[in-house]
T-cell receptor, first 116, second 115 residues
Framework: AQTVTQSQPEMSVQEAETVTLSCTYDTSESDYYLFWYKQPPSRQMILVIRQEAYKQQNATENRFSVNFQKAAKSFSLKISDSQLGDAAMYFC?????????????FGKGTSLLVTP | DTGVSQDPRHKITKRGQNVTFRCDPISEHNRLYWYRQTLGQGPEFLTY????????KSRLLSDRFSAERPKGSFSTLEIQRTEQGDSAMYLC?????????????FGPGTRLTVT
């Protein structure tokens, strides 16, 4: 079974600064999908960014970008110009290719605190 | 375009009672997923439907749990003879048909408390 590890239970960043959240995963597949989801307190899970494993180019969505290192099985999320609204739990998730299943496997999450 | 909706948002029940939750996916999405999230953890996969067919079930889905999607639209998740360990947030997600995207969009969840 694939495992996703987020080694930082909590992170803190000052407003307007940059923060990087770490994620590593374990898989024997070569074709898969990776995601970062954001879950604000008492609110629903929102997709932040996605990455297809076959793409070498790192995904970017506005202030959010990833550093995808396939050989190292690492998928970190960089948040630039942090805003107070970025405060939330961030979950890294892995999805196998369709032939191997459809489930998302999530890490335990990183709680991000943004200070003024 | 409305998102994924779930009902109820909160449910408190006594141990041994049965509960049923409903999920309405995004209208064009034919794929639907159920997850369970306990405090301090990431969501854990329970089951997956494509249209009305239940194609994948986690071993977390014990015999007391059953999910249906009779007409390929909304889905229900029933828990029979609830136990205190069933207390969790139950999340539903949906995604477009194959070839049209693979992201999963989540609903707000149903928080179950078993007393």
């Amino acid at each position: 079974a694939q495992t996703v590890t987020q080694s930082q239970p909590e992170m803190s960043v000052q407003e307007a600064e940059t923060v990087t959240l770490s994620c590593t995963y374990d898989t024997s597949e070569s074709d898969y999908y990776l995601f970062w989801y954001k879950q604000p307190p008492s609110r629903q899970m929102i997709l932040v960014i996605r990455q297809e494993a076959y793409k070498q180019q790192n995904a970017t969505e506005n202030r959010f970008s990833v550093n995808f290192q396939k050989a190292a099985k690492s998928f970190s999320l960089k948040i630039s110009d942090s805003q107070l609204g970025d405060a939330a739990m961030y979950f890294c998730a892995y999805r196998s290719p369709p032939r191997s299943g459809y489930a998302l496997n999530f890490g335990k999450g990183t709680s991000l605190l943004v200070t003024p | 375009d409305t998102g994924v909706s779930q009902d109820p948002r909160h449910k408190i029940t006594k141990r041994g009672q049965n509960v049923t939750f409903r999920c309405d996916p995004i209208s064009e999405h034919n794929r639907l997923y159920w997850y369970r999230q306990t405090l301090g953890q990431g969501p854990e996969f329970l089951t997956y439907f494509q249209n009305e067919a239940q194609l994948e079930k986690s071993r977390l889905l014990s015999d007391r749990f059953s999910a249906e999607r009779p007409k390929g639209s909304f889905s229900t998740l029933e828990i029979q003879r609830t136990e205190q360990g069933d207390s969790a947030m139950y999340l539903c997600a949906s995604s477009p048909p194959p070839g049209q995207g693979y992201e999963q969009y989540f609903g707000p969840g149903t928080r179950l408390t078993v007393t």
